[in-house]
């Protein structure tokens, strides 16, 4: 008896399946570059963003097209020439409960020469060289215009160089600046991955 209960209440478990937790909608919009460097890739590490949070399941991703026609329409909306009363949400606009702004507001480089011997034996290439970026994120409520998440992360990355008698002067220096980006990305979804999102 207590196994075909077992059996029936399985058969009802697949066929109702208990309803699952709701996941939001989230609308990322293109990240500002606010360093004193305007060769900083911020649609690059717009592009990081979404992926990573592709990956962490955290939200439903709103398609890039609305999120750029309800920043246009805001903006319009914001600009005194339209009537409150009928001036448009962003929710209403891309679907989405939250929208995502970003900005890299620094980037920098630092460098480790190594000894005198090092030095003269590289012609002056630093021994450590290692990327830092700087990412501030805030999440918005599209409902009631409330900042949710405002948090920012400092990426880095580190590359090295070495001198040996059998293979010269060996670098792994490129890409410093993407990885450091990416580890201020991943440091935000972990953040992230923490909230209560309802």
Known sequence: MRRKFLVLAFMAMMIFPAELPAVPRLAVRKFDNKTDNPSVPSSA???????????????????????????????????????????????????AQYSMTGAITMHFYNEKGG????????????QEKTAYVMLDIRIIDNT??????????????????????????TRSYGGELEEAARDAVKKHVAEMSRYSWE
Do not use: C
């Open 115 to 126: 000894n005198e011997l090092f030095r003269k034996l590289t012609g002056g290439i630093p």
């Open 45 to 95: 590490i717009t592009d990081m963003m979404i992926t990573e949070l592709g990956k962490a399941r955290i939200f439903i991703l709103t398609e890039r097209e609305a999120i750029n026609y309800a920043a246009d329409e805001i903006r319009f909306s914001q600009s005194g020439l339209v009537d409150k009363s009928t001036a448009i949400e962003a929710r209403k606009i891309t679907g």
């Open 144 to 169: 009631t215009g409330e900042d949710i998440y405002a948090h920012n992360e400092l990426g880095s990355a580190r590359r090295s160089a070495k001198v040996s008698a059998k293979d010269g002067i």
